[in-house]
C-alpha cells in the first residue's frame, strides 16, 4: 500500500494537531496573521535545506517509494515533509501560547 510508512502518520498528525488546537487548547493562533507570517518563514528555510536533502540526483536522505506518495514539490522534496514540518512547528508554537496565557505576566521590574 502506498503512502502507509510516511503518508498516513503525517497526515494524522496534522489532523491531531488541528483537532489539538480546536478542541483543546483553544489558543487562537491559527487565525492569527502572525502565525502565518512565522509558517512563511519557517517555509522560507525548509525549502533550501530539505530540497538539498531530499533531491533525486544525489539524495543525502531516502524514502522508500512504498510508504510515501510520489509527490515531490520544489526540488524533489516529497509533500508529507511539509505536513510533518507544519505539525512540528505549529505544536510548539501551539503549547508556547498556552504556556504563555498560563502564565501570570511578568510585570516590569518585578519576580514572577
Given amino acids: 500500500m502506498i503512502g ?7 497526515l494524522l ?6 483537532l489539538w488546537e480546536s478542541l483543546v487548547l483553544r489558543t487562537g493562533l491559527l487565525g492569527r496573521p502572525s502565525y502565518w507570517v512565522t509558517v512563511l518563514i519557517v517555509l522560507g528555510f ?3 535545506v530539505d530540497g538539498l536533502l531530499t533531491r533525486l540526483d544525489e539524495p543525502v536522505v531516502l524514502y522508500s517509494a512504498e510508504h510515501i506518495t510520489g509527490l515531490r514539490f520544489p526540488w524533489d522534496i516529497p509533500v508529507e515533509d511539509f505536513l510533518f514540518g507544519f505539525s512540528l512547528v505549529t505544536a ?4 508556547w501560547e498556552h504556556q504563555r496565557r498560563a502564565t501570570p505576566a511578568v510585570r516590569e521590574g518585578g519576580a514572577r
Fill in 4 to 10: 502507509l510508512g510516511y503518508t498516513v502518520p503525517a
Fill in 46 to 48: 525548509q525549502i533550501p
Fill in 13 to 18: 498528525s496534522v489532523l491531531v494537531v488541528l
Fill in 92 to 95: 510548539v508554537l501551539l503549547l
